[in-house]
C-alpha cells in the first residue's frame, strides 16, 4: 500500500501540473480556501441607505416683515451676511428699487433675498425686514446666514451619532450645505443606522437641529448558489450576519460563514471581523480574521487534496468627502496570510505573505448615473519568513511574496431611456513580478466571465469588463413580486504573467435572465455562454445555468 500511493502521489502531482498549459489553470487552484472566496457574494446596504439620507428641512414658515403701509424704495442694502458678496444679490432685488412696495411685496423681497443666501450653500438663512426710517430712502434687508446651536438625536439614541452632529455643526458658526449634507450622511454611514428625516428649528434665535433615525441591533443576509464548481460545491451557501452597537455607539461585529451545504467536506470559510469610529469625521480602525479549509471533490477527490487558510488583518478608513454627488474614502490594510496544501497527507504547497495595501475608493454622480471606482496598490513585504521565488512548496513556481501591485475597478449604472438602463464594469491589474496564486487576476465568475468557473483564467496581470442591459419591470405581481429586472451582458478578458510564464488566456461570455425581489426575499435565474472557449469541467460550450436565492434578515 505505501508504493502504491506514492504512486498515485506522483501520478496525481503530474496531473495537477500538466494541465497549466492546456488549460491555463492550475487545478490546485480549485482547491485553494483563499481563492475561493474571492468569489463569495458581497453586499454593501449601509452605502445605499445612506446616499438616500433626506435633506434637512426647515420650519420657519413666513418671513418677518416689520413695515407696515406702503414703501418706495430708491435703494435695497443688504446686511448680516459677512460670507456672502453683496453684489451677488443684485439680480433678485433690482425689481424692488424704484417702485411702491406694499406688505406682500416686502416679504416677497424678503425671501428672495434668502433665497440668494440658500443658492449660496446657506441651507438655513433667514431674512427679515425690521422696523426702520429709510433715510435718503434706502430699505435695508437683515440676513441671518443661520446657524446650529444644538443637534438633538431622536427616533432612537445613538452616542456616536450626537458626536459626529455636535462636532461638525454646532460649531457657533453659520452652518454650510456641504457640512450640513455631509453630517447627515455619515451619520448614515454608521452600522445599523438610516436616518429618516431631519428638520431644523428656530426659537427666539436659538437654532436646533432635530435628527430623526432608525436603528437595527442586528442584521443578516443568507444566500444560496450554484455558482461553486464540481470540485468546491457547485451549491453553496453564505451567511453574513452584523451586530450592532456591541461594546460602544458606532461599532459593529461581522460575521462571515460560507459552505458547500450538501458537501461539507469540500469547503468552509469563516471570517469575523470587528470595527469601531475612532473620530467625528467619519473614520473607521477595523481587525479581522478568517479560516479556511477544502478537501475538493470530483476530480481531486481521489489524490486526498486538503488546503487551508489562515489571515489576520487591521484596516483603517477614513472618509475624504461625503455629499450626495461625490463620496470618496481613503483605506489602509496591513494583512498577513498563509495558505498550505496537502497531497495524501504530505506538503504540497506553502504560501506565506504580508502585505500592505492603500485604496482611493470613490462614489460620484455622472452622466445621470452613478459611477463607483477604485485604485488600489498592495505592496508585499519583504519581512523575515514570507515566500521567496525559489523556496519549495510554491503555489507559482516563480512566484514570490515580495512584489508590488497596481489595480483598479470602475462601474456605471444609469438609466437610458425609460424602464432601460445599463450597467458597464471593468477591473485590471499590473504586478512587478511574478505573483504567488492568491495575488493573481483572475478571469471567469459571477462578475466577468459568467459562463465560468471563478478564475479559469488567472495571471499577474490583465483585464476584464462586463456591460449589461437591463429592463426595470417594477411590480409584477402584487404581493408576490414586488420587483423584476431583466438583463443581458457580454462579459469577460484577457490575462497573462510576466516573463512570458504558462497559463493566463482570455474569456468571453454572454448572459441573460431575470432577477426578482419581493419583500426580504430575492433570487435571479441567469443562462450563459462560452463563446471563445470550453468550459474547464465540462470541456464544451453548452450554456451554463445559475440560480440564487437571498434572503435579508
Not at 457657533?172 to 456641504?178: E, L, N, S
Not at 483603517?316 to 468627502?321: E, I, Q, T
Not at 431611456?417 to 450597467?423: F, G, P, V
Request: with cysteine.
Amino acid at each position: 500500500m505505501p508504493a502504491l500511493k506514492t504512486n498515485l502521489s506522483v501520478a496525481g502531482c503530474a496531473l495537477l501540473v500538466m494541465p497549466v498549459l492546456a488549460a491555463a489553470q492550475v487545478p490546485l487552484d480549485r482547491a485553494d480556501p483563499a481563492i475561493n472566496q474571492r468569489a463569495l457574494p458581497a453586499t454593501d446596504t449601509d452605502a445605499a441607505r445612506s446616499q438616500a439620507a433626506p435633506p434637512a428641512s426647515s420650519a420657519i414658515a413666513e418671513v418677518p416683515v416689520a413695515l407696515s403701509g406702503t414703501v418706495t424704495p430708491v435703494g435695497i442694502v443688504i446686511s448680516g451676511a459677512p460670507d456672502i458678496p453683496p453684489f451677488v444679490f443684485s439680480e433678485n432685488i433690482v425689481s424692488y428699487s424704484g417702485r411702491p412696495l406694499e406688505h406682500a411685496d416686502l416679504a416677497r423681497l424678503a425671501s428672495d433675498v434668502a433665497k440668494v443666501a440658500h443658492e449660496r450653500g446657506f441651507p438655513f438663512a433667514t431674512a427679515v425686514i425690521p422696523p426702520q426710517s429709510m433715510a435718503n430712502g434706502v430699505l435695508s434687508v437683515t440676513l441671518d446666514e443661520g446657524k446650529v446651536d444644538a443637534v438633538r438625536v431622536i427616533g432612537a439614541s445613538n452616542a456616536a451619532a450626537d458626536r459626529i452632529l455636535m462636532a461638525a455643526l454646532a460649531t457657533g458658526k453659520p452652518t454650510r450645505q456641504a457640512d450640513l449634507e455631509r453630517a447627515i450622511l455619515l451619520v448614515g454611514d454608521l452600522p445599523g443606522v438610516t436616518v429618516t428625516q431631519s428638520q431644523f428649528l428656530r426659537h427666539d434665535g436659538f437654532g436646533v437641529l432635530l435628527v430623526t433615525i432608525a436603528q437595527e441591533k442586528q442584521s443578516a443576509y443568507l444566500q444560496i448558489d450554484n455558482r461553486g464548481s464540481k470540485e468546491i460545491g457547485p451549491i453553496r451557501s453564505t451567511l453574513l450576519a452584523n451586530v450592532n452597537n456591541v461594546a460602544t455607539a458606532g461599532d459593529e461585529v461581522g460575521l462571515l460563514v460560507a459552505q458547500t451545504p450538501l458537501q461539507p467536506r469540500e469547503f468552509v470559510f469563516v471570517r469575523a471581523r470587528y470595527s469601531l469610529p475612532i473620530d467625528h469625521a467619519g473614520s473607521v480602525l477595523g481587525i479581522s480574521g478568517s479560516f479556511g479549509r477544502s478537501n475538493p471533490g470530483a476530480s481531486l477527490r481521489d489524490l486526498d487534496v486538503i488546503g487551508k487558510s489562515v489571515d489576520a488583518a487591521i484596516s483603517y478608513s477614513r472618509s475624504l468627502r461625503r455629499s450626495r454627488a461625490q463620496s470618496y474614502a481613503l483605506n489602509f490594510e496591513l494583512r498577513t496570510l498563509r495558505t498550505k496544501q496537502t497531497l495524501f497527507g504530505r506538503q504540497l504547497r506553502d504560501d506565506r505573505l504580508t502585505t500592505l495595501s492603500g485604496s482611493l475608493d470613490g462614489v460620484t454622480a455622472m452622466a445621470g448615473g452613478k459611477l463607483r471606482s477604485q485604485v488600489l496598490i498592495v505592496g508585499g513585504l519583504p519581512l523575515s519568513g514570507v515566500s521567496h521565488e525559489g523556496d519549495k512548496m510554491l503555489s507559482r513556481v516563480d512566484g514570490d511574496a515580495r512584489f508590488v501591485t497596481a489595480s483598479y475597478s470602475v462601474e456605471w449604472t444609469g438609466k437610458l431611456w425609460r424602464k432601460l438602463s445599463l450597467a458597464a464594469a471593468s477591473t485590471g491589474q499590473v504586478a512587478s513580478r511574478p505573483l504567488l496564486a492568491t495575488m493573481e487576476i483572475g478571469a471567469g465568475g459571477p462578475a466577468y466571465g459568467r459562463a465560468y468557473d471563478y478564475a479559469e483564467r488567472t495571471g499577474d496581470q490583465g483585464i476584464l469588463g462586463l456591460v449589461e442591459l437591463r429592463f426595470d419591470g417594477g411590480k409584477l405581481v402584487p404581493g408576490v413580486i414586488d420587483n423584476f429586472q431583466i438583463f443581458s451582458s457580454v462579459d469577460g478578458g484577457y490575462v497573462d504573467n510576466r516573463r512570458e510564464g504558462a497559463g493566463g488566456g482570455s474569456l468571453l461570455s454572454t448572459s441573460g435572465g431575470v432577477r426578482v425581489m419581493t419583500g426580504k426575499l430575492s433570487g435571479a435565474l441567469e443562462v450563459s455562454l462560452p463563446l471563445n472557449a470550453d468550459r474547464f469541467n465540462t470541456r464544451d460550450r453548452d450554456p451554463r445555468v445559475a440560480l440564487r436565492l437571498a434572503r435579508l434578515f
